[in-house]
Every structure is written in C-alpha cells, then in structure tokens.
C-alpha cells in the first residue's frame, strides 16, 4: 500500500524518517504530485501519518488544515436547499467527520451515495481504514481552518429536466466573495 503526502508539507528530514518508517512498516512513500489521491484517500493517508508521528514520539505538534466553505442555496427551492446541502458534504462535512470522528455519520454517508449514485463512483473504504482514522481523531493536535469564501449554490436545472433532482453541477455554481 503506499502512503500519500503532500512534499511542500514535510522538511526534507522528517521526510526521511517517515519513509523510513513507513517502509519498515511495509508502506511507500509518495507524493501526492505523483498520485491521483481523492478525499477518502487522502484522510487515510493523513490518518496514517499522524498515527506514525505519534507512534514515533517525535517534538513538537501535529495537526491538519482544511479549507471550509459557507454553502448556501441560491432560493428556497426544495432542489437549491438539496444542492447547497450536498455540497456542503463534499466540502466539508465529509472532511470533518474523518478528522475528527474517525468515520462518516450516517447523513454523510447517504449524501455520498447518492452523489456516487448520479455521478457513477464508489466510496473505496478498505477494511482497517476507519481504525486508522479514528486512531488518529483522538491524536490530532490541531486544527487550522482557511476560509476563503462562502458559496451560493443551485441546482443545475438540466439535470432537474432528465428526472435527478439531487446533483450538484460545479459549473453552475455561483460564487460571491
């Protein structure tokens, strides 16, 4: 299995220790550049790391940074609330219940399917992960928040017209700064 990091995150050094641990551990290090690491992935990976650092009694403190985003409906139509909900579990719900549950509640989890559902993919959660996570949720030292913007979101209104009022189309997004 290999491990992803984020290179800029690491000095060279840590870095060297990581990988060194991780291979002893049967892992390789990678970096993210050289993957296409989507969101699961990616916390198990961070999950893996601060579970190590711990492990490892190394100085100093270990935490995650995410960027959090206001989502709000663009009206009150039942179907631009919906959006504006889904979209929220993209951008941060589903984040935030790997960091700090360990594991996705029961409303993330059916926001997810049914993305999944309309757009066609799978949530890959292979067995041990949520150990992991959860492992690491009670281990984290810190959280460090960005917030950039808040989104108005709505519904694409061509996929209301196929028959799937439940999907949340970026392109049509409306952004207010």
């Given amino acids: 299995m ?3 990091i984020a290179a800029n995150a690491l000095g060279a050094e840590l870095k060297e220790k990581l990988a060194a641990c991780l291979q002893a551990k049967g892992y390789e290090l990678t970096d ?5 690491i ?8 961070h999950s893996r790391v601060v579970n190590l650092y711990k492990e490892m009694g190394l100085p100093g403190e270990i935490g995650i940074v995410h960027i959090l985003e206001g989502k709000y409906p663009f009206t009150r139509e039942p179907a631009d609330v ?8 993209v951008a941060n719900r589903f984040l935030l219940d790997a960091t700090f549950r360990g594991d996705y509640s029961d409303g993330v989890r059916k926001n997810v399917a049914e993305l999944l559902d309309i757009y066609g993919g799978i949530l890959d ?11 690491a949720s009670r281990q984290l030292d810190f959280l460090g928040l960005n917030y950039y913007a808040s989104h108005f979101v709505m519904m694409d ?15 049509d997004m409306l952004q207010f700064t």
């Avoid at 993210?32 to 296409?36: I, L």
């Avoid at 989507?38 to 990976?45: G, I, L, P, S």
Wanted: aromatic share 4%; glycine share 6%.
């Fill in 82 to 89: 919906r959006a504006a909900e889904l979209d929220d579990t």
């Fill in 2 to 4: 290999k491990v992803a």
């Fill in 125 to 135: 959660i292979r067995p041990g992960d949520l150990a992991v996570m959860a492992e």
């Fill in 157 to 171: 209104r061509r996929i209301k017209a196929l028959g799937t009022v439940s999907a949340v189309n970026y392109g």
């Fill in 38 to 45: 989507y969101t699961a992935t990616m916390m198990v990976a």
């Fill in 32 to 36: 993210v550049s050289d993957e296409d």
